[in-house]
């Protein structure tokens, strides 16, 4: 089994950054993909960034150029830099990690971490 556990989140104002944490364990191919996914309440769960093993990165455009995902393979730790932080990034924010071998596909998520933006 695989497991997710992120830290970091908690109340930011406007403006300011926070940085989410998530370590993963268990048994985990090498080559994955990781993300972080938001949602907030009464929307649906929605990709905030995603990066590869090879470390080629995808940003939602709403937060492209403000945030910044980054990954420790050795570790098996991946990271959220979130600036200039608005209060529409208020969500919970859920990490996850993805592989495909063949036909199967391998999915988990953390248990999320509350992210508040608000004055």
């Known amino acids: 089994q695989v497991q997710l556990v992120e830290s970091g989140g908690g109340l930011v104002q406007p403006g300011g950054s926070l940085r989410l944490s998530c370590a993963a364990s268990g048994n985990i191919f090498r080559l994955n993909t990781r993300a972080w996914y938001r949602q907030a309440p009464g929307k649906q769960r929605e990709l905030v960034a995603s990066?590869?093993?090879?470390?080629?990165?995808n940003y939602a455009d709403s937060v492209l150029g403000r945030f910044t995902i980054s990954r420790d393979n050795a570790k098996n730790m991946v990271y959220l830099q979130m600036n200039s932080l608005e209060p529409e990034d208020t969500a919970v924010y859920y990490c996850?990690?993805?592989?495909?071998?063949?036909?199967?596909?391998?999915?988990?998520w953390g248990q999320g971490t509350q992210v508040t933006v608000s004055s």
């Open positions: 990066i590869p093993t090879n470390g080629a990165t």
């Open positions: 996850n990690i993805r592989w495909s071998l063949g036909p199967s596909t391998w999915d988990y």
